[in-house]
């Protein structure tokens, strides 16, 4: 079976690659374009590591096809921050201490910023409820939840 | 494994008809991928449906409404004016798993992977949706309680697929709610679901409801005989205690380690009779 032909917009660049019918998109981010930021959890869509952007909307990247994405815009962790300038999000990640060991970090990032395009200036139950789907056995939340608030109080120029 | 992207209902339905060995229709992937990733399924065909226009549209014309079977759940969320219309249609599709499934997860695929636990599935039904169906021997339409047939199980024909939900008009003065019961408040799958539909007259007395419960039967099921509880009363607390028990009469539930045969009995009354009273208060606030 020949394998199928996608070209898509990865993180603002034009990228083509090929994949097996069955590849999820997970698979294709890490192991053939090989960009790695973004994590393997469980692989059912429960725990959100693995979360991506597809045309804006917030995804479990092990539950899409890589053939499904012909044609769309996709964002991941690698497309976060600008250069050495790390997103506010990330830098009150640092800040605040929100992460231990680190799998569940990039999707609670992709997560998070996705949450503060729609709404910039959440309450705690409003952060808390939309990162329902990542799942973190280090942090117990709080620091999270914190850091999410603070960098959006940042980003309202609070 | 074969992988289709046709952009016409005629063209899905042909790859579909015409396939040897198993074909699957691919929507928002949520159920499907993880039954193949899991050897439950191993198809040699999916015919993903995203690039059919009709499938993945909301219209709404003169207070009716159709959205694609293959619209995301928070598609459905974002659109003001849907959920507006229809808040108890947005309760269902609101508390599918985390935003990242409601991303993906569609209310097409919730109906035809025919769990009985379906969360839009019981506020579909109490909304009185129809669902229109296009096959090899073209168009028709069905009322959404008559496609699950039991645990994965449908009535679809071969090569049949739920094209797009059609919400009817509403009369003035009516208010529809979805709740289910989980052992947390996200990411869990409905122990109990109840969506109730209702329209009151200018003095406050119901004079349409549909009920419908999840998560107690073989499948979502209609109950005309907890709807006929409401319909003439003003939904107080006397009709609303009569509702509860012709909700409990009509469970059949299975014993499972989401909860127990007749702890599932007690609490699909106590859902619909709290899903009741939301909807009560959505009607009144629309007169």
């Not at chain 1, 050495?84 to 799998?103: T, V, Y």
């Not at chain 2, 025919?114 to 168009?139: E, H, K, Y």
């Not at chain 2, 003003?234 to 007749?262: F, M, N, Q, W």
Request: a neutral charge; proline letters at 4%.
């Amino acid at each position: 079976m020949a394998k199928v032909h996608v070209t898509a917009t990865l993180n603002g660049n034009a990228v083509e690659f090929l994949c097996e019918t069955r590849q999820t998109l997970l698979q294709v981010l890490r192991d053939e374009l090989q960009l790695t930021g973004t994590k393997e959890g469980c692989g059912t869509g429960d725990c959100g590591a693995c979360s991506v952007t597809v045309d804006g909307r917030l995804m479990c990247s092990c539950l899409v096809l890589g053939a499904e994405v012909q044609g769309k815009s996709i964002q991941t962790i690698e497309g976060m921050a600008e250069g050495d300038k790390l997103h506010p999000l990330q830098r009150k990640f640092l800040e605040h201490a929100a992460l231990q060991c680190g799998i569940c970090t990039p999707g609670v990032l992709i997560a998070a910023k996705s949450l503060l395009e729609r709404n910039p200036d959440p309450t705690e139950e409003q952060v808390r409820y939309w990162l329902a789907g990542n799942l973190c056995r280090c942090t117990g939340y709080q620091k999270i939840v914190e850091a999410v608030l603070d960098a959006a109080s940042e980003m309202r120029g609070g | 494994m074969r992988y289709e992207a046709p952009r016409t209902l005629e063209a899905a339905v042909a790859l579909l008809s015409g396939a040897n060995g198993q074909a699957r229709v691919l929507a928002g992937g949520t159920d499907l991928l993880i039954q193949m990733r899991g050897g439950r399924l191993d198809p040699d065909l999916l015919v993903d449906i995203k690039g059919i226009p009709e499938m993945t549209s909301i219209v709404a014309e003169s207070g009716v409404f159709r959205f694609g079977a293959a619209v995301p759940c928070m598609e459905l969320v974002e659109h003001k004016a849907l959920a507006k219309a229809w808040p108890g249609v947005i309760d269902g599709a609101n508390l599918i798993g985390s935003i990242q499934v409601r991303g993906r997860a569609t209310a097409g695929g919730n109906l035809c992977n025919a769990s009985p636990a379906a969360d839009t599935v019981p506020a579909l039904i109490a909304a009185g949706a129809v669902v229109s169906i296009v096959g090899p021997r073209g168009r028709r339409e069905a009322p959404v309680e008559d496609i699950a047939t039991g645990p994965g199980r449908t009535s679809l024909a071969k090569g049949e697929i739920v094209a797009s939900f059609l919400l009817p008009r509403r009369p003035p003065r009516s208010g529809d709610a979805y709740l289910r019961f989980i052992p947390r408040t996200e990411m869990d799958i409905a122990v109990v679901g109840a969506g109730i539909n209702l329209t009151l007259d200018e003095a406050g007395v119901c004079r349409q409801a549909r009920v419908s419960i999840g998560a107690v039967a073989e499948r979502a099921l209609l109950v005309p005989e907890a709807a006929a509880t409401l319909i003439g009363t003003k939904v107080d607390a006397e009709a609303l205690k009569r509702l509860a028990a012709a909700v409990s009469a009509a469970c059949r539930p299975i014993d499972d380690k989401r909860g127990t045969k007749e702890y599932r009995i007690k609490v699909a009354g106590v859902m619909a009779r709290r899903a009741a009273e939301i909807a009560l208060e959505r009607a009144r606030r629309t007169s």
